[in-house]
């Protein structure tokens, strides 16, 4: 295809994936590196009190104010970043990766199997993701590693389901019966031709796992199931915040702000993802 | 019904899955439970003598291996006996019922409320598609489904229960209570269903059969109301059958958050005071109506629309 269009001397088409992925490089290296520029210039430490400048409101030397304890918000906001998009990340890539492997596996497995594994999936989808982490996180302490674990516990599943449904109607396509009768392993097969087409899907569902997960990480906090103060996780900020709201708002303002503004855009740029690939296809 | 039957085996392994899960969870946690429910026993004691703590392990089996303890455990579940709390000495049963009230009251509150809202953003932004109505539909749907449903009840609180002083900030009782909370799972309601209802609309409103309404000379309002909207209603039911178990946790973030009692309040509770019998039924509780609901409205879809009666079910 491009060849030919190459030939005819024409330019070739700039396609709306490549697109997509330039801009989201693009966007993604810009905050990486404005949060960088931020951790470095700012003069605080995210757990430097300072008790004769409680509760300041934004100034031109705490430009998100101060906290209860004089902790400077913005430096806590930079570093709550990480602990609060970051432990997301890694509970929606743990889902991804186990509930791509469990569905796949039930794809290729054949009927009884299948039908055991796809039963189990059922049984920990049954359980709401926030109901099951607030019991697991109260039982075993409220801790930032349990967190992790007991969110991680019930995140694969939809992947799981996805990723079967679609590993089942790929493996019936013609590429995947020729690699068969070349002689190709499973393990060949799986790698080369059905991971590459069942992970577009699966990225665009990871997408708002990711922000689905930030949500429940900072809410868990936030009721004390989670990250537990003085971590600087956003949720974690606002139960902080939360017995000064009415001499300074701007404590729990600015938390629940970074929280709506990242879900928010992950969503969208999930949303644009499949729309390209919808194009694409 | 064929459809529902042919489920049933599979719903039934799932239930046994959901309560080994449930058993698991509680095995595996730390703490002595002889020792809780001694406690729970005799509130005044503060050390027991081991032979107490003996006697309360053979009662309820605890040094019996984990299938057996599962066991014992599951056969008290299927007659209907779900142990006593161990934080009052009263069936665990009898404690859900009482706080099932105000989370039900809750719910649906907000559930009517947030699609009242859902529906006529749907319905303004597909009859003028394309209008700064559509667009402005869809962004506040989109935040509303980023929205940390705590913090928008923290504003809330701020706004009309600190500064304007309308309504109570926190607690149960009066139906001024209710407002604050019900506003605030509304807004979560009405974000994902406006999404929702809008692209179910959308595509009734595509469908040939309107095209041929409106070359009849049939008016479009009537070609929405009578046509459209019928047939956008029974995926929409669905969708929200489905999406019932983010309204219950929904539900349970709004309680925790504005200190409401109900399910979300007693989980909490429960869970820090290692109340196992009434966590165990609560977790049990909650994915096992997960499930019910589910296969009901997978049950109504396949009902209403032949094509699923033989589809093989997807995400």
């Known amino acids: 295809m491009s060849e030919v269009l190459l030939q005819k001397g024409a330019k070739l088409p700039d396609s709306p994936l490549s697109r997509f992925k330039r801009r989201t490089g693009l966007v993604l290296a810009v905050l990486a590196l404005g949060l960088c520029i931020g951790l470095w210039l700012t003069p605080y430490q995210p757990a430097q009190a300072d008790f004769l400048n409680r509760l300041a409101p934004p100034e031109p030397a705490h430009w998100f104010g101060t906290d209860h304890l004089g902790r400077d918000i913005g430096t806590r906001l930079l570093y709550g970043a990480f602990w609060s998009l970051g432990l997301a990340l890694v509970v929606s890539l743990a889902g991804l990766i186990a509930g791509t492997l469990v569905g796949l596996l039930a794809a290729r497995s054949g009927s009884f199997p299948d039908a055991l ?59 995947v019966i020729q690699a068969r009768l070349n002689g190709l392993t499973d393990w060949l097969i799986l790698w080369r031709h059905i991971l590459p087409n069942v992970l577009p899907s699966l990225l665009v569902l990871w997408t708002s796992s990711w922000s689905r997960t930030i949500l429940a990480v900072s809410g868990l906090s936030f009721l004390g199931f989670g990250v537990q ?15 000064y709201m009415q001499t300074a708002p701007h404590i729990m303002i600015f938390p629940g702000l970074a929280v709506l503004v990242s879900v928010l855009a992950i969503n969208l740029a999930g949303d644009r993802l ?8 | 019904m064929k459809y529902f039957l042919s489920r049933l085996p599979g719903l039934a392994f799932v239930l046994l899955g959901i309560s080994l899960i449930t058993f698991t969870l509680s095995y595996f946690s730390p703490g002595d439970r002889a020792e809780a429910i001694a406690h729970a026993r ?22 019996e291996p984990f299938w057996l303890q599962y066991l014992y455990w599951f056969g008290n579940v299927l007659r209907g006996d779900f142990g006593l709390s161990y934080a009052s000495q009263t069936s665990v049963w009898d404690i859900f019922i009482g706080n099932l009230g105000e989370t039900v009251t809750l719910s649906l509150t907000s559930l009517g409320l947030g699609l009242a809202v859902a529906f006529l953003l749907a319905s303004l932004a597909v009859r003028h598609p394309g209008t ?50 019900a506003l605030t799972l509304a807004f979560w309601v009405m974000a994902s269903q406006t999404r929702l209802l809008r692209s179910f609309m959308l595509e009734a409103a595509n469908q040939p059969f309107v095209e041929t309404l409106r070359l009849r000379g049939i008016s479009e309002s009537e070609i929405f109301f009578r046509h459209v909207l019928r047939h956008a209603m ?4 669905t969708m929200i059958a489905i999406d019932f178990a983010s309204l219950l946790e ?50 109504l879809q396949a009902a209403s629309d032949p094509a699923t009666r033989t589809q093989e079910q997807r995400v």
Not at chain 2, 42 to 63: G, N
Not at chain 2, 280 to 287: E, G, I, P, R, W
């Open chain 2, 132 to 181: 700064w109505l559509d667009r402005a539909a869809v962004m506040l749907s989109s935040v509303g489904a980023a929205m940390p449903s705590y913090w928008l009840g923290l504003l809330l609180i701020l706004g009309f229960a600190v500064h304007l002083g309308w309504f109570p900030s926190y607690g149960t009782g009066t139906p001024a209570h209710l407002v604050l909370p």
């Open chain 1, 117 to 175: 594994l796809m039963r189990v999936t059922d049984s920990f989808f049954a359980f709401p993701e926030l109901i099951a982490a607030v019991a697991f996180a109260g039982l075993f302490g409220p801790s930032t590693v349990n967190l992790v674990v007991a969110l991680s516990l019930v995140s694969w599943m939809k992947f799981a389901r996805l990723a079967r449904s679609l590993g089942l109607t790929i493996g019936e396509r013609d590429f």
């Open chain 2, 250 to 299: 929904g539900a349970i973030i709004v309680e925790l958050t504005f200190a409401r009692s109900g399910l979300g309040s007693l989980l909490a509770g429960s869970v820090l005071s290692r109340d196992l019998p009434m966590v165990m039924f609560l977790v049990m509780f909650f994915a096992v109506a997960y499930v019910v609901i589910n296969s009901l409205a997978e049950a």
């Open chain 2, 234 to 237: 029974v995926p929409a039911v």
């Open chain 1, 229 to 243: 103060p003085p971590t600087a996780e956003w949720g974690a900020m606002l139960l902080d915040g939360k017995p």
């Open chain 1, 274 to 281: 499949r729309d390209v690939l919808a194009q694409t296809r």
């Open chain 2, 42 to 63: 005799y509130p005044e004691e503060i050390a027991f003598p081991p032979e107490l703590l003996q006697a309360i392990r053979a009662e309820f089996h605890l040094e």
